[in-house]
């Protein structure tokens, strides 16, 4: 399998789940958290919050830094942003065509003038 779909392939198995997209979330309303801090908002054991960090990490989602003993997490979207050029995005670009074919169809060809 080459690296690239590998790549795709983890970040959506990472979110995928429920509570690692609730990480992604905690991690984008307070970005840089620590375990700690991100085990109070999530209705989880340490252990188990730890192995759903990990697999965000494994996915590039996630980076840590550390600051001292304090280990630091961050979101990290640029692997979300790859999947939506690649995924969302074309079909946005057919689907915005589209619409503003309507709109030309409905409204006429008239640039608004009467």
Avoid at 16 to 32: I, T, W
Wanted: glycine share 6%; with cysteine; aromatic share 8%.
């Amino acid at each position: 399998m080459p690296k690239e779909t590998e790549g795709v392939d983890q970040v959506f198995k990472a979110m995928a789940d429920p509570s690692r997209r609730k990480v992604l979330d905690l991690l984008y309303a307070n970005n840089g958290q620590t375990l700690s801090s991100l085990c109070e908002d999530l209705d989880m054991q340490r252990q188990s919050a730890t192995q759903h960090i990990e697999i965000l990490i494994k996915a590039n989602l996630v980076s840590v830094v550390w600051k001292g003993r304090e280990k630091l997490h961050f979101i990290n979207p640029v692997p979300i942003h790859e999947v939506y050029e690649r995924w969302v995005r074309k079909f946005e670009q057919n689907r915005l065509g589209f619409l503003h074919d309507l709109k030309v169809q409905l409204e006429g060809e008239n640039d608004g003038k009467k």
